[in-house]
């Protein structure tokens, strides 16, 4: 088979063929253009492989881009543990029962006045919440302490709300510390390092008002709304925990949807002058048990809800545009799903799973804050059946 070899000895490459890619060979390989080589290549190829290489594989990477965090948040139980458990502690309340029986039965003693009690907030738009959370408190709270900025904390310039919303505050105005503070407005910088910031100067407010050793200070946002006797028996009893947090039951849209009982982050500090730090995260192992309430979300208002997914420290849930579609946000209000299309933030595939879907419906509107229910059709928004929104 000499004769059939080329010059240089090289590959075997008879000429019976006017295929074009028979001329892929030998000294005529070098020739031939790139565009050449792969349309040889996918003549190769059967219908199948075409299928999975123009069908499937850019599907797959839609659905990666598309769905690529829940993929994430299901496979958490892989890559992060979950947290250390919390001591919790039994909360023993009925209106009838005394409170020094009340003290006795939580393993403390009784004062003989009781502790000065300070509720500290940053204040975004939450109208309506600060409402019914001073409401709720104000029979128990010696000072209400308040700071509001002109900037959210994804950097974005925001009216003062609450200074042009004071008028309707004035029950709790001769125990009101409010105080400003300017944003720094860095653009693109991590939300959790201007919310640092502007609790700095929530620590600095504090002392303004006054607090000092020994009195009790509420560490919660306006949505974590603690119950009035749990404020009232923390007051009285003597040797409560230095830093005790709060289990809330916890709400969505409105107190129609019951998501679980594990909001914790609500805190209450017998305060220490130099140590103690506002703060929103793990500072202690103990939990108070059904302190009170979180609703997250609990607006009246659509644009609320809007300003709020663009404002708050985890806006990078916002990935697409449509999410802020004002339809779609409504229509997820009334059906108790996602705003942000997530799955459940769980430690486990057991809990993960059993809470996806859409929250279940509650009828109950049993032991929620008193002020609520008295002015029923003001706040009919945050109760059962009354999911549609105001449009502006």
């Known amino acids: 088979m000499w004769w059939m070899m080329g010059e240089s000895g090289g590959q075997y490459c008879p000429k019976k063929s006017d295929d074009l890619c028979g001329d892929v060979c030998g000294q005529e390989s070098s020739q031939v253009s790139g565009m050449t080589r792969i349309r040889c290549i996918l003549r190769g190829l059967d219908v199948k492989t075409y299928i999975f290489l123009f069908a499937v594989v850019p599907m797959c990477i839609l659905g990666i881009y598309i769905h690529g965090q829940k993929f994430s948040y299901f496979l958490r139980p892989l890559w992060e543990k979950p947290p250390k458990p919390f001591n919790v502690i039994p909360h023993y309340y009925n209106e009838n029962v005394t409170m020094e029986n009340l003290c006795r039965l939580h393993g403390w003693g009784i004062r003989e006045y009781p502790r000065r009690v300070y509720d500290a907030v940053l204040f ?44 309707q505050f004035k029950f709790v105005e001769p125990r009101l510390t409010y105080g400003t503070v300017g944003g720094r407005f860095k653009r693109g910088e991590n ?12 620590d600095q407010l504090l002392k303004i008002a006054g607090i000092s050793d020994d009195d009790l200070l509420i560490m919660s946002d306006v949505d974590e709304i603690p119950s009035a006797h749990t404020i009232n028996l923390l007051r009285w009893c003597d040797d409560i925990p230095s ?27 017998r305060y220490q002058s130099g140590k103690t730090r506002y703060a929103h995260y793990r500072q202690s192992d103990n939990l108070l048990a059904d302190a009170g309430w979180h609703c997250s979300f609990c607006f009246p ?12 420290s985890h ?78």
């Open 124 to 167: 975004s738009n939450e109208v309506e919440l600060l409402t019914l959370r001073w409401r709720e408190m104000y029979p128990y709270v010696s000072e209400f302490v308040l700071l509001e900025s002109n900037s959210t904390f994804t950097g974005l310039p925001k009216p003062l709300v609450f200074s042009s919303n004071r008028e």
């Open 243 to 269: 830093i005790l947090h709060l289990q809330l039951k916890n709400y969505l849209y409105s107190f129609e949807f019951h998501v679980d009982d594990k909001s914790w982050r609500a805190s209450v500090h």
């Open 191 to 202: 939300p959790f390092v201007e919310e640092a910031y502007q609790r700095v100067a929530l």
């Open 315 to 392: 806006y990078d849930r916002v990935r697409f545009s449509h999410y802020l579609d004002p339809e779609r946000i409504q229509a997820i209000i009334c059906k108790g799903k996602d705003l942000f299309d997530m799955l459940p933030e769980e430690y486990t595939f057991k809990e993960i799973i059993s809470k996806m879907g859409p929250i279940p419906h509650s009828y109950s509107a049993v032991h929620l804050p008193a002020y609520l229910l008295e002015n029923a059709d003001k706040y009919k928004f945050l109760l059962p059946g009354h999911c549609i929104r105001e449009s502006h």
């Open 301 to 312: 208002r659509i644009s609320d809800f809007i300003f709020k997914m663009k404002a708050y």
